[in-house]
């Protein structure tokens, strides 16, 4: 089946650094998403990938849809305490109803 | 109500209660998915209703049992439970067929504590 590795797992970084989180497939992907994950809350979606090649953004967080379709990236600028969370990425493969891999979650932490 | 909405936010049960776990979408969507997740753990998929038509069942035990009346409310029907079924469970909704076919919103989850 197919599989999604996502690193690093965890990061400490300082506030104001920026931030670089990857997720690489064993198979090819349709669609990248990359969610939010706050504690005893469900993902939010920051970021939709379609197309390879794609480079998006939403504010302070930057996306690319790799262009062998078997990876994607997420970048967030200048951190704030509040983007403490975890980070999954997902993908999708092509089936008919949208059923998506997740990767395992990065755990990002942010000291003031 | 906007997005996707599920409660109760948390429960507590013992393992000879009987209860459910309710999810609500108003995005227009037609695919519903319950996920579970455990502490340490990826998101676990369980169950998938496209066009409110159960289209996959992960291997789930018999003591989950989902219900999709219509397309905007799902439910999961909790019976029997042992304590390692404690997790959050997590609620998603996606459009079928359509450009945004693969994007799933979630909603906030119920946090379930079996004892």
């Known amino acids: 089946g197919q599989q999604l590795n996502q690193s690093p797992q965890s990061m400490f970084i300082q506030e104001g650094e920026d931030v670089s989180m990857n997720c690489t497939s064993s198979s090819i992907f349709n669609t990248w998403l990359w969610y939010k994950q706050d504690p005893g809350e469900g993902p939010v979606l920051l970021i939709a990938l379609y197309k390879a090649g794609e480079l998006t953004s939403n504010g302070r967080l930057t996306a690319q849809f790799g262009i062998t379709r078997k990876d994607s990236f997420l970048n967030i600028s200048a951190s704030i305490p509040s983007d403490v969370g975890i980070y999954f990425c997902a993908g999708h493969g092509g089936t008919s109803y949208g059923k998506l891999t997740f990767g395992q979650g990065t755990i990002l932490t942010v000291h003031p | ?115």
């Open chain 2, 1 to 115: 109500e906007t997005g996707v909405t599920q409660t109760p936010r948390h429960l507590v049960m013992g393992m000879t209660n009987k209860k459910s776990l309710k999810c609500e979408q108003h995005l227009g969507h037609n695919a519903m998915y319950w996920y579970k997740q455990s502490a340490k753990k990826p998101l676990e998929l369980m169950f998938v209703y496209s066009l409110e038509e159960r289209v996959e069942n992960n291997s789930v035990p018999s003591r989950f049992s989902p219900e999709c009346p219509n397309s905007s409310h799902l439910f999961l029907h909790l019976h029997t439970l042992q304590p390692e079924d404690s997790a959050l469970y997590l609620c998603a909704s996606s459009q079928v067929g359509g450009t945004s076919t693969d994007t799933q919103y979630f909603g906030p989850g119920t946090r379930l504590t079996v004892l």
